[in-house]
T-cell receptor
Framework: AQKVTQAQTEISVVEKEDVTLDCVYE???????LFWYKQPPSGELVFLIR??????QNEISGRYSWNFQKSTSSFNFTITASQVVDSAVYFC???????????FGKGTRLHILP | KAGVTQTPRYLIKTRGQQVTLSCSPI?????VSWYQQTPGQGLQFLFE???????NKGNFPGRFSGRQFSNSRSEMNVSTLELGDSALYLC???????????????FGPGTRLLVL
């Protein structure tokens, strides 16, 4: 069975601090995708990143970076120099290669305090 | 390019009624998926449609149904509403074609349903 665990339910940091959101997944598939989505108070899920299981290279996009480690089944997300606008719920998710069904974690609510 | 649109944005119904929610995908996207989001269960997959056919279904009772039209617009219907159906219903579209690898899903703003 597929499962995504985000152990941190809520995190608060002061603006400009770095923060890492943890994600651990379980799957029997050898090929799969991992995702991060952001959900601001408006409710819409905003796509951040998709990585496939063959590509363990870390990725950086501006202040965002992702660390994918297949050996520990983890796909962690770091925000550097956090800003108040980063406050949202962040979801880690998993799907098989040939399947549009996405399995989401419970989400981590991130508060960036001014 | 316009994003995924969902109507209505908010809805209030009473137990026993039925409701229909609508989703218009991004232009050119033929795959539409629906998700239910509740505080207790989180985000759960309902079903996926491609070319007017249901391609995948989550673990929900038969009261939840959907369909897709030839223009890729999709509707989902919930009959005999229960209090527990109160949720944010999110629709997502992707460019995935039949039999091919998954493409990124882009989500709409959701329909917030309150059942009294």
């Amino acid at each position: 069975a597929q499962k995504v665990t985000q152990a941190q339910t809520e995190i608060s940091v002061v603006e400009k601090e770095d923060v890492t959101l943890d994600c651990v997944y379980e799957t029997r598939d050898t090929t799969y995708y991992l995702f991060w989505y952001k959900q601001p108070p408006s409710g819409e899920l905003v796509f951040l990143i998709r990585r496939n299981s063959f590509d363990e290279q870390n990725e950086i996009s501006g202040r965002y970076s992702w660390n994918f480690q297949k050996s520990t089944s983890s796909f962690n997300f770091t925000i550097t120099a956090s800003q108040v606008v980063d406050s949202a719920v962040y979801f880690c998710a998993l799907s098989a290669f040939r399947d549009d069904k996405i399995i989401f974690g419970k989400g981590t609510r991130l508060h960036i305090l001014p | 390019k316009a994003g995924v649109t969902q109507t209505p944005r908010y809805l209030i119904k009473t137990r026993g009624q039925q409701v229909t929610l609508s989703c218009s995908p991004i232009s050119g996207h033929r795959s539409v998926s629906w998700y239910q989001q509740t505080p207790g269960q989180g985000l759960q997959f309902l079903f996926e449609y491609f070319s007017e056919t249901q391609r995948n279904k989550g673990n929900f009772p038969g009261r939840f149904s959907g369909r897709q039209f030839s223009n890729s617009r999709s509707e989902m219907n919930v009959s005999t509403l229960e209090l527990g159906d109160s949720a944010l219903y999110l629709c997502a579209s992707s460019a995935r074609l039949a039999g091919l690898l998954q493409e990124t899903q882009y989500f709409g703003p959701g329909t917030r349903l309150l059942v009294l």
